[in-house]
């Protein structure tokens, strides 16, 4: 059914067998945003690049373990540049940034925030960590095949900015090891909009005129219909409109269920292995589960272990009730 490793991801992974996975989704750690409170975590390091080169090493040995028609989908988010201040406003105190080790040692903390914003950064700069991430990929060979927008607008927490907009999105980008690999479309297909539908049988001011203005020369209504509009459904697009949920735990920054549900339902059939080198309070595999896929999860913290397994018991217990329970 399952494993959860606990255990740093490039150690972890190494225990993997070679071409044994189907899918990999996860979400790594954001650069500077959170302290997980364990010695060897990511996403504390002094400079974007570091952060990066990590990341494209344990995504590396994701490679070496997926099958050969396997792919990786990420969801990642930015960090800004700041002045070893204002970033960690929002109710974020430096204090509850610092793990106990670090508390004591504030002044190597300190200067770490400043090297971030010295580095090529201004105080305030966007560093556009996703796409420094999807790009290094690529140059480490992966094919990068899509940058998939997630819209959190409709519940997004309100920031206290005003010489911005609110940040609302975040990226999934999904990659493959190889030029071809599995992609189930069908599995992830949209509802059509019944607009959409309209507008092939009866153009676009209602008169079947699909022969002038955006539609010109394109044939007869049958035929836009058919070339344009399937009434089953539209292949998906790549903004994904779903709101943060209010999953409470301990863990908090784990990502909603229906966000990583299109990916492992594309990804992988059912029976197939679902990886997560970053767990974290267990999403991944407990959709895998819930979608009848195997789960294999790495994460560095060991208190989640209870999370996840709690999580997923839920799961079992739903999916398959004991018999001699009325
Ligand atoms: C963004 S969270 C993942 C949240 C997860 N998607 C969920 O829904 O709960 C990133 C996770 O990476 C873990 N982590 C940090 N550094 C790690 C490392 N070197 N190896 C493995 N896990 C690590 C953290 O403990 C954290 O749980």
Redesign the pocket.
């Given at each position: 059914m399952g494993q959860i490793i606990i255990d740093?991801?490039l150690n972890?992974l190494s225990q993997l067998k070679s071409e044994s996975v189907d899918v990999c989704v996860?979400?790594?750690?954001?650069y500077n945003l959170r302290n997980?409170d364990?010695d060897?975590?990511?996403?504390l390091e002094s400079t974007p690049q570091e952060y990066i080169n990590r990341l494209v090493a344990v995504f590396r040995e994701v490679k070496r373990v997926l099958k050969p028609d396997g792919t990786l989908w990420i969801v990642i988010a930015d960090s800004y540049a700041g002045s070893g201040k204002g970033r960690y406003k929002n109710g974020i105190t430096i204090e509850k940034m610092l793990s106990k080790k670090q508390q004591g040692n504030k002044g190597t903390w300190m200067g770490t925030l400043e090297k971030t914003t010295t580095n090529g950064y201004k105080p305030k700069d966007l560093i556009g960590i996703p796409w420094l991430l999807a790009f290094a990929l690529r140059d480490d060979g992966w094919f990068l095949r899509s940058d998939i927008i997630w819209d959190k607008s409709g519940n997004v927490f309100p920031e206290s900015v005003k010489d911005r907009c609110t940040k609302a999105h975040e990226y999934i980008f999904m990659l493959s090891k190889n030029r071809k690999y599995y992609y189930d479309a069908e599995a992830i297909k949209e509802p059509v909009a019944k607009s959409s539908l309209k507008r092939a049988k009866y153009g676009w001011h209602g008169k079947g005129d699909h022969g002038q203005g955006n539609y010109a020369g394109l044939g007869s209504v049958e035929k836009m219909g058919s070339r344009f509009v399937n009434a089953n459904g539209r292949n998906k697009r790549d903004v994904w409109h779903i709101n943060t949920h209010a999953y409470k735990n301990e863990?908090f920054?784990?990502?909603p269920p229906e966000l990583i549900r299109p990916c492992i339902l594309a990804g992988s059939k059912k029976g197939g292995i679902v990886l997560?080198?970053?767990?974290?309070?267990?999403?991944?595999a407990m959709v895998a589960l819930q979608e009848g896929r195997d789960y294999i999860g790495?994460?560095?913290?060991p208190k989640?272990k209870d999370l996840i397994e709690e999580r997923l018991a839920t799961v079992l217990f739903t999916q398959t009730p004991p018999q001699n329970i009325v």
């Open positions: 740093d991801a972890g996860t979400s790594p750690p954001y997980y364990a060897g975590q990511i996403g863990h920054a784990s990502y997560d080198p970053f767990i974290g309070s267990g999403t991944t790495i994460d560095i913290q989640y």
